[in-house]
Nanobody, 124 residues
Framework: QVQLVESGGGLVQAGGSLRLSCAASGRTFSRNAMGWFRQAPGKEREFVASISGGGGSTYYADSVKGRFTISRDNAKNTVFLQMNSLKPEDTAVYYC?????????????????WGQGTQVTVSS
C-alpha cells in the first residue's frame, strides 16, 4: 500500500509562486504515473496535472497549462508541482495521487492512493 504526504501549501498573493511536494512510500514509485488534483469549496475534485512513471510525459488541465509544471525525482520518491502566476481561482486543497499505470491520465478512477491534501490560498 502506498502512502503519500503533501507539503508546500500556503497563502500567496496573486501572481506569486508556490512549489508543492509529495513524498511517496510503499510502492515501486518509478513504475507508476502520479497526478495532482485540487478541490475548491463546494466544487468537485478536478484534475490538475499528471506525469508518467519515468517522467518523460506530462499532461495538464487547460486552466493551468503554461503556469504549472509537474516533475518527479524517482531517486527520492517525490513528485513536485511548481505553480507560477497564481490566480485567486487556483485557491483549493491540492491532492497528490498515485496510479497503478505507467502513463499519464486525468481520470480520477485510475488513481488508487491519495494524500491528505495541502491548502493553497491565493489572495487578490
Amino acid at each position: 500500500q502506498v502512502q503519500l504526504v503533501e507539503s508546500g501549501g500556503g497563502l500567496v498573493q496573486a501572481g506569486g509562486s508556490l512549489r508543492l511536494s509529495c513524498a511517496a512510500s510503499g510502492r515501486t514509485f518509478s513504475r507508476n504515473a502520479m497526478g495532482w488534483f485540487r478541490q475548491a469549496p463546494g466544487k468537485e475534485r478536478e484534475f490538475v496535472a499528471s506525469i508518467s512513471g519515468g517522467g518523460g510525459s506530462t499532461y495538464y488541465a487547460d486552466s493551468v497549462k503554461g503556469r504549472f509544471t509537474i516533475s518527479r525525482d524517482n531517486a527520492k520518491n517525490t513528485v513536485f508541482l511548481q505553480m507560477n502566476s497564481l490566480k485567486p481561482e487556483d485557491t483549493a486543497v491540492y491532492y497528490c495521487a498515485a496510479t497503478r499505470i505507467g502513463t499519464t491520465s486525468r481520470d480520477k478512477s485510475l488513481y488508487d492512493a491519495w494524500g491528505q491534501g495541502t491548502q493553497v490560498t491565493v489572495s487578490s
